[in-house]
C-alpha cells in the first residue's frame, strides 16, 4: 500500500526542485531589480551578493513552513490520501503556472499561486468527500477550509498592493526632497543620516526580525523583546556615526553601499517568506507519509491532525534548497526577461515601450493630469517652484557612444526602493504572513517612479498601461491557480494513475515552452537592428541599414511566396501562419519608426543628409510592409469567409509573377547584402518588364469578367493582390535608388 505515495514522494521531491528553478526565475526580480537598473555596482558583485542573501534567508524560512501544512485548509479533517492528492495537485499546478508567466516575461506572486492553488485543491478534495458523506452539505465546507486564516492572508496580500505603493511613493518623494538629483553635493552629515536610518532598519527588521523564524531566536529573545526602541535608537546612532567614518575617512558613497547591503537584505527577505512556496508543500508531504507510516492504518482513514502540530524543519534541506535557488539565480535566462519587465517600467528615461496603451490606462493618465491641475490650483507658486526644483533632473555630459550605459534610475530611488521593500516584507515574515514579496517590490518600484516623475507626458500611458497588465495579470494567477489546482486535485482523486500523465504533461509543456523561449531568444540576437544607443556614422547608416533592408526583402520574397501558393491550395492554416509573420515584420518596422527620435539623436554628426535618407529608408519599408500585409490579410479573409477558389487561369497568373518577383526580389537583396550597385540597370528593366505583366494580368481578368467570370469576391481579392504587387514592386526599387543615390553621394563628399 505504501509503493504508490513513496512514488509520490519522489515525484514531489522532483517537483520541489525544478519549482525552485522555475520560481527563482520568476522572483529573481525582486531583489536585482534596483540595484542591475541603477548600476550601482557590477553585476558580478550583485549576484555574489545576493546569493549570499538567499542563503541567509533559507535559514530564517522555517516558521514560514506551518502555512502550507495548516494556513489554509484543517489538517484533521482529512485524510492522509487526501492530503497527498491536495499536495500532488498544487505541485503540478504551480510548476505549469509559474513557467508560463516566465516564459512571458511577466512578474507574478508565488505566494498568491501557492496560496489559492492549496484553496482550490482543498476545496476540491472537501466536495468530494461531502459529496460522499449523506449527513454534511455544502455547509460544512468551512469545517474544511481555515477560511479565517484564508481570508486573512489574502486580505493581507491586497494590502501590501495599496501600502507597498503608497509607502514607496511618499518615502522617495521625502528622500527627494532631501536629497534632489545632485545628492553628490549634499553634506556629507546628510548623507550620513540617510545611512544610519536605511542600515538601521535594514539590519532591525531583516536580522533581528528574521531571526524569529529560527531555532537560535530563543537564545536572544531576552535581549531584544522590550528593548525595540533602544536597540533601533541605538542602532541608528551607530550606523549615522559608521557612516560618517565611512564617507569621511574612505571616501565611500552610502548609497551604494546601502544598495549592497538592501540587495543583501532584500534576497535574504525574500528567501526567507518565498521558499515555503516551493519546499513547503513537498516538506509537509514527508512529515505525513512519516506519520502515517508508523501509525499501522489505511491511508485513506489515517486523520492528518498531526499537520496541526509544529514541526521544526531540517536547515540542510533548507540549505539545498538555498543552493539550488543560487544557482538558478547565475544562470536563467528568464529571469533575465522578468526582470528586464521591471525596469522598463520603472526606468527615468525614454525608450522602447513593452506595452501597448489601453482605454483604462488612458482614462487613468487623464484623471492623474486633471488632479495634478487641480493641487498646483491650491498649492502656493512658491512651494510648487521648490518642489520643482527638487526634481531638476541634471544633463549628464556622455560621449554618445557611451549613452547605453546611463542607468534605468539613480542612486537615491534605487535606495528607498530596497528599504521600502525589505521593510515591508521583513514585518509580515515576522508575523507568519506569505506577503507576496513579487507584489511589495513591484508596487514599491511603481510607486517611487510615480513620485520622482519618471512617468512623463510621452510614457505615462505606455508605463500605466504595463502595471494594469502586470496586476491583471496577478488577479488571473490567483483564479487560474484555484480552479487549475482544483482540476488537477480532482482528476487525481479519480483515479491515480492521473499521475503519471500529468506529470508527463507537465514535463512536455516545460519541455516546449524552454524551447520556444530559446527560439525567441536566439531570434532576438539574430535582428539586425540599428542600435540607436550606440554611436551611429554615416556609413554605419550605409552599413546597416543595407543589412536590415537585405533582410526585410529576403523575408517579403518567402512571405509572398507563401501567400500565393497557400492561396492557391486554399489553406486557411498556413495563410493564417503566413499573416503572423507578416505581422510580426510590421511590428519590428513600426519599432524602428518609433525610435527615430533617438537615431537622430545618435548620429555622430549633424547630418541632415543621413537623417533623411534614413527616413526615407523607413518610409519604404513601412510601404513594402504595407503592401505585403494586405495582399496576405485580403487573401486570409477570403478562404476564411469560405468563398470560392481563384480560377486556374488567375493561379497561373499569380504564380507567373510570383516566379518574375522572387528573382527580382533575390537580386535586390544581393544588392543591398554585397553592396554592389553595378547590375542596378538591368534591375530596372526586370521590373518595368514586371509590371508590364502585372498590368497584363489585370487586363486579362477584365476580360474574363465581360466573359465568363462569375464570382465578384474572386475579382475583389485578385485585383487587390495585383495592384498592391505593383506598390511593393515601386516601394522596394525606390528603396534601392534612395539607397544607391546616398551611397554615391557620401563618396563624392570623401
Known amino acids: 500500500m505504501g509503493d504508490p505515495y513513496i512514488l509520490m514522494l519522489v515525484a514531489l521531491a522532483i517537483l520541489a526542485i525544478v519549482d525552485l528553478v522555475v520560481g527563482v526565475s520568476n522572483d529573481a526580480v ?44 484543517n489538517p484533521s479533517v482529512f485524510m492522509f490520501q487526501d492530503i497527498m492528492f491536495i499536495f500532488m495537485a498544487v505541485m503540478i499546478t504551480d510548476i505549469l503556472l509559474l513557467d508560463i508567466f516566465n516564459s512571458l516575461g511577466m512578474p507574478t506572486s508565488t505566494t498568491v499561486s501557492i496560496v489559492f492553488e492549496l484553496l482550490g ?54 528622500s527627494r526632497l532631501i536629497y534632489s538629483f545632485n545628492f ?21 527588521f531583516i536580522i533581528i526580525k528574521g531571526m524569529k523564524g529560527t ?52 534576497a535574504m527577505a525574500f528567501s526567507g517568506n518565498d521558499l515555503v512556496n516551493f519546499v513547503g508543500v513537498p516538506i509537509a508531504a514527508w512529515n505525513s507519509y512519516q506519520a502515517w507510516e508508523v501509525s499501522g492504518v489505511t491511508a485513506d482513514a489515517f486523520s492528518m ?35 528586464k519587465t521591471g525596469i522598463d517600467l520603472s526606468r527615468q528615461g525614454e525608450g522602447h515601450e513593452k506595452f501597448q496603451p489601453n482605454p483604462l490606462s488612458r482614462i487613468v493618465v487623464r484623471a492623474s493630469m486633471a488632479l495634478n491641475k487641480g493641487i498646483n490650483f491650491i498649492i502656493p507658486q512658491s512651494t510648487l517652484a521648490y518642489i520643482d526644483s527638487k526634481f531638476q533632473k541634471p544633463v549628464i555630459e556622455l560621449p554618445k557612444d557611451k549613452t547605453y550605459e546611463l542607468p534605468a534610475f ?85 483515479d491515480m494513475v492521473m499521475i503519471p500523465i500529468l506529470l508527463a504533461v507537465v514535463a512536455l509543456l516545460i519541455g516546449r515552452n524552454t524551447l520556444i523561449h530559446r527560439k525567441k531568444s536566439k531570434e532576438v540576437k539574430k535582428q539586425e537592428y540599428i542600435e540607436r544607443a550606440e554611436l551611429i556614422t554615416i556609413n554605419g547608416v550605409i552599413e546597416e541599414s543595407a543589412d536590415h533592408i537585405s533582410q526585410v526583402i529576403d523575408r ?47 548620429l555622430d554628426e549633424t547630418s541632415v543628409q543621413a537623417s533623411r535618407f534614413y527616413i526615407m529608408v523607413l518610409g519604404y519599408l513601412q510601404d513594402v510592409a504595407q503592401s505585403i500585409s494586405y495582399i496576405s490579410r485580403a487573401s486570409y479573409k477570403h478562404v476564411n469567409n469560405n468563398h470560392k477558389n481563384l480560377k486556374k487561369g488567375q493561379i497561373k497568373d499569380l504564380k507567373s509573377i510570383d516566379i518574375e518577383l522572387s528573382s527580382l ?62 506598390d511593393l514592386i515601386s516601394a522596394l526599387m525606390n528603396l534601392l535608388q534612395t539607397y544607391e543615390e546616398f551611397h554615391l553621394s557620401t563618396k563624392n563628399i570623401k
Not at 495599496?162 to 521625502?174: D, E, N, P, R, T
Not at 553634506?187 to 544610519?196: D, M, Q, R, S
Open 665 to 726: 526580389l533575390t537580386k535586390e537583396a544581393s544588392i543591398f547584402e554585397n553592396r554592389e550597385l553595378d547590375n542596378l540597370n538591368e534591375l530596372l528593366i526586370e521590373k518595368n518588364q514586371l509590371l508590364k505583366n502585372v498590368s497584363s494580368s489585370i487586363e486579362k481578368q477584365v476580360a474574363r469578367i465581360r466573359t465568363d467570370e462569375t464570382s465578384p469576391k474572386n475579382t475583389t481579392l485578385y485585383f487587390s493582390v495585383l495592384l498592391e504587387t505593383k
Open 184 to 204: 553628490e553635493k549634499r553634506a556629507t552629515y546628510i548623507n550620513a543620516l540617510f545611512g544610519g536610518f536605511a542600515i538601521t532598519a535594514i539590519t532591525y
Open 410 to 494: 539613480d542612486l537615491v530611488r534605487a535606495s528607498v526602493n530596497l528599504i521600502v521593500a525589505g521593510i515591508l516584507i521583513s514585518i509580515a515574515t515576522s508575523m507568519k504572513l506569505p506577503l507576496s514579496t513579487t507584489y511589495v517590490t513591484f508596487m514599491v518600484a511603481m510607486g517611487t517612479s510615480l513620485a520622482d516623475r519618471a512617468w512623463g507626458r510621452e510614457s505615462a500611458v505606455y508605463r500605466v498601461a504595463g502595471v494594469i497588465n502586470v496586476i491583471g495579470g496577478w488577479f488571473l494567477t490567483a483564479l487560474t491557480a484555484f480552479l487549475a489546482a482544483a482540476l488537477v486535485a480532482y482528476l487525481i482523486s479519480w
Open 556 to 602: 517579403v520574397n518567402k512571405l509572398y511566396t507563401n501567400v500565393v501558393n497557400d492561396l492557391a491550395n486554399h489553406d486557411l492554416n498556413k495563410l493564417r501562419k503566413t499573416d503572423k509573420h507578416v505581422e510580426k515584420l510590421n511590428d519590428e518596422i513600426d519599432g524602428l519608426k518609433d525610435g527615430v527620435f533617438y537615431f537622430i539623436k545618435s
Open 305 to 339: 491532525g498531526i499537520l496541526a502540530k509544529k514541526v521544526p524543519s531540517n536547515v540542510w534541506l533548507l540549505l539545498i534548497a538555498g543552493g539550488i535557488m543560487v544557482v538558478t539565480l547565475w544562470t536563467s535566462s528568464k529571469a533575465q526577461n522578468v526582470i
Open 30 to 73: 525582486n531583489f536585482l531589480n534596483s540595484a542591475i537598473g541603477s548600476k550601482a555596482i557590477s553585476v558580478k558583485n550583485i549576484m555574489i551578493i545576493a546569493s549570499l542573501g538567499v542563503f541567509f534567508g533559507a535559514i530564517t524560512s522555517s516558521g514560514m513552513m506551518e502555512v502550507a501544512r495548516k494556513g489554509i485548509f
Open 121 to 174: 485543491a482543498a476545496v476540491c478534495i472537501s466536495l468530494i468527500k461531502i459529496s460522499a458523506n449523506d449527513s454534511q452539505s455544502l455547509a460544512d465546507i468551512w469545517s474544511y477550509i481555515n477560511h479565517k486564516k484564508a481570508i486573512q492572508i489574502i486580505n493581507g496580500i491586497l494590502l501590501s498592493v495599496v501600502v507597498a505603493f503608497s509607502v514607496g511613493a511618499i518615502v522617495q518623494f521625502l
Open 215 to 266: 531555532p537560535f531566536y530563543k537564545d536572544v529573545k531576552h535581549l531584544i523583546e522590550g528593548n525595540t526602541l533602544v536597540i533601533i535608537a541605538g542602532s541608528f546612532v551607530a550606523w549615522s556615526i559608521i557612516s560618517q567614518v565611512l564617507i569621511q575617512a574612505f571616501k565611500i558613497n552610502i548609497l551604494k553601499l546601502i544598495i549592497g547591503v538592501g540587495t543583501f537584505s532584500l
